[in-house]
């Protein structure tokens, strides 16, 4: 089945910046975009941007334009989100998702 | 950007029991309308989409309505597994905008 599995919960200090991953299984990985998407703690869902896996085409929120890079990996199946210039406020779970499906989210924790 | 009103922000309900979640959007968005569901320790799963079309997998006592601007999520017969929070999102246009979520508790 489709699954998406992203990477362990990170502590960065600001100013750092965070590579996360979401690598996909179960289907044809270039068929699909992947979208990511932020929650901060008891708030709700904030779209970041999406990438065709197929292309490299991107879109991105207005709002995360200079702050997220969405790549992919084509040979290992697996899409990379890194933030940049990171504050208290990119504290958050980071969660990469299909059309269907999610991943199991990243937390991402900025202190120093 | 549409913005997404999702109300009750919190509801509480007995198993057996049906309930309706409304979301609004800031204008028309037809029927591109998801329905999301999350629960601790599972991924977020998709319930609807084009404001009623049951995802694959989803019970039927899940339904969702409307178009334009308003829409509902109807849970009929409340089973213990659908005490969670639900989502909605326009999937109309970019950016892709969510509502604030709506708790469902045990009563």
């Known amino acids: 089945q489709v699954k998406l599995l992203?990477?362990?919960?990170a502590l960065v200090k600001p100013g750092d910046s965070v590579k996360m991953s979401c690598k996909a299984s179960g289907y044809?990985?270039?068929?699909?975009?992947i979208h990511w998407v932020k929650q901060s703690h008891g708030k709700s869902l904030e779209w970041i941007g999406y990438i065709n896996p197929y292309s490299g085409g991107t879109n991105y929120n207005e709002k995360f334009k200079s702050k997220a890079t969405l790549t992919v990996d084509k040979s290992s199946s697996t899409a990379y989100m890194e933030f940049s210039r990171l504050t208290s406020e990119d504290s958050a779970i980071y969660y990469c998702a299909r059309d269907n499906s999610w991943g199991q989210g990243t937390l991402v924790t900025v202190s120093s | 950007d549409v913005q997404m009103t999702q109300s009750p922000s919190y509801l509480a309900a007995s198993?057996?029991?049906?309930v309706s979640i409304s979301c609004k959007a800031s204008k028309s968005i037809n029927t591109y309308l998801a329905w999301y569901q999350e629960k601790p320790g599972k991924t977020?799963?998709?319930l609807i989409y084009?404001?009623?079309t049951l995802q694959s997998g989803t019970p039927s006592r899940f339904s969702g309505s409307g178009s334009g601007t308003d829409f509902t999520l109807t849970i009929r017969s409340l089973e213990p597994e659908d005490f969670a929070v639900y989502y909605c999102q326009q999937h109309n246009e970019y950016p892709l905008t969510f509502g604030s979520g709506t708790k469902l508790e045990i009563k």
Not at chain 1, 28 to 33: K, N, P
């Open chain 1, 6 to 9: 992203q990477s362990g919960a």
């Open chain 1, 28 to 33: 044809t990985f270039t068929d699909y975009i």
């Open chain 2, 15 to 18: 198993p057996g029991e049906s």
């Open chain 2, 44 to 46: 977020n799963k998709l």
């Open chain 2, 50 to 52: 084009s404001g009623s």
